[in-house]
């Protein structure tokens, strides 16, 4: 719960910081500031409500599994 | 138009080579010298410390064809070279995998401070409150500029020298050569299999500084030579850490031990004169994890600044700090998952981006530099 109030208050300041700057770089960063915010936003919300978050880890296994698990096992084997 | 009130990116205020070489030395140490000596440990039980040399030979083309890569494009960052080689579509795609790495590689740092600090000194203390406090570091360092980051580098350079030399100099009375003995007993298999691991972690990470340094410095003549000797010297001091764990645990406890730099330091001091000198170490390991984190931050942002063509970033470097803390609470529940993660997926992964992608970058520069050197000598006939 701490963590969460924590992430709301951070990003109360980063909006704070784009009343203060307010850039007049192009659309893009804006875009990019909201998508940024969005991620965050719904990080928060999923484990409010216990919904499991998506796992980067899980994504990089599944990536790597078939070159890393067999070089891996040949190596252990040889070397046990 | 109105005119901006926004910071602007002062790009005359770079680091110097020094200073870079510095940062470098301080990112390897990062966060390895308190994991990697079990995992290693644990494979090549007492040839550890020839595992790390051996890992560093294997990975050293990655810092080296980073650096060559961002040099034959005019000193920009890697993510950069991937648009000037790959175009703009294929080429942010490549560029966003870089970035993803070094988001990745971000909440992996932030990670191992927040298990360090809950499972050695804080047990009660959740993570955030550790992640928090380095991540808000990492902002304002970001912020501050290169300049600021490569003197912030050179003070923890001297800080950290000095700790280590003290923390190995009271350890010599506890030495045990013989734990080194018998070496190569496992063959060579086994120093290949704790080879494994170090390559991937921290050696083809190298990639994150050599790939974002170049636009912060002015290089010099003999730069990436000096990037080498600094990367070399960073095994070297990884292998020394390990060389000394094992003199003074041996293979079997070194590999049972949570942190060994940890213990380590625990044992060393001069008996009723200088004792318990950890949180020492401890500073010193603080500051190596501190530059490693600002480092990936920094190569995360300027990546996003080149991919979606803004002046630049300053304002995201807050939400993308968010990001990472909110990951980093979710991502490697356990040390035990942090462990596998290293032992077998890091290393395919670093190298897709430390080896593969820069070495595809180089051979399609290479085939573009012989297709114009054709026209060009067709148009002077």
């Keep these: ?80 | 138009m109105r005119p901006s009130n926004f910071p602007p990116v002062v790009r005359d205020r770079l680091m110097t080579p020094g200073q870079a070489q510095a940062l470098l030395f301080l990112f390897i140490l990062g966060t390895a010298i308190l994991i990697i000596p079990t995992i290693i440990t644990s494979h090549a039980q007492q040839d550890a410390w020839l595992s790390v040399l051996l890992a560093a030979l294997v990975a050293c083309p990655a810092p080296l064809m980073t650096l060559s890569l961002c040099r034959k494009h005019r000193g920009q960052t890697v993510v950069g070279a991937c648009l000037s080689v790959m175009g703009p579509y294929a080429g942010t795609v490549l560029g966003a995998g870089f970035v993803f790495y070094g988001f990745y590689l971000s909440i992996h740092v932030t990670k191992n401070v927040g298990m360090f600090m809950t499972m050695m000194l804080q047990p009660e203390t959740p993570f955030w409150p550790f992640h928090l406090l380095i991540l808000t570091v990492a902002v304002y360092a970001y912020r501050l500029g290169p300049e600021v980051l490569g003197r912030f580098g050179q003070l923890l350079l001297i800080i950290v020298l000095v700790v280590f030399t003290f923390t190995f100099l009271f350890l010599i009375g506890k030495l045990h050569p013989e734990f080194l003995f018998p070496v190569l007993d496992g063959g060579w298999r086994r120093l290949v299999a704790g080879a494994y691991p170090v390559v991937g972690f921290p050696f083809l990470e190298t990639l994150v500084v050599c790939g974002w340094i170049l636009p912060q410095i002015q290089e010099p003549p003999g730069f990436r030579r000096k990037m080498m000797a600094t990367y070399f010297l960073g095994a070297v001091a990884v292998s020394l850490v390990i060389l000394f764990t094992l003199m003074v645990f041996g293979a079997e406890w070194t590999a049972h031990l949570s942190f060994p730099l940890y213990s380590l330091a625990q044992e060393a001091g001069i008996a009723d004169v200088i004792e318990r000198i950890e949180p020492l170490t401890l500073i010193a390991w603080i500051a190596c994890v501190q530059i490693k984190l600002i480092l990936c931050f920094a190569f995360v942002l300027d990546g996003i600044c080149t991919l979606v063509r803004v002046p630049n970033t300053h304002l995201l470097s807050i939400p993308l700090a968010v990001a990472i803390l909110l990951f980093a609470e979710k991502e490697i529940p356990s040390e035990v998952h942090l462990i596998e993660n290293v032992n077998l997926y890091w290393t395919p992964y670093s190298a897709l981006f430390g080896l593969l992608a820069p070495l595809l970058l180089l051979a399609v520069t290479w085939i573009r530099g012989l297709g114009k050197g054709k026209s060009g000598a067709q148009e002077e006939e």
Excluded: K
């Design chain 1, 1 to 80: 719960m701490s963590g969460i109030v924590l992430s709301i208050l951070l990003m109360l300041i980063g909006i704070a910081e784009w009343r203060r700057f307010s850039p007049s770089g192009p659309f893009r960063l804006a875009l990019l500031y909201i998508f940024l915010y969005g991620i965050n936003v719904a990080m928060i919300l999923l484990n409010t409500w216990d919904v499991p978050t998506p796992s980067l880890g899980e994504l990089i296994s599944w990536l790597t599994d078939p070159v890393a698990r067999p070089a891996f096992d040949w190596l252990r084997v040889g070397a046990s």
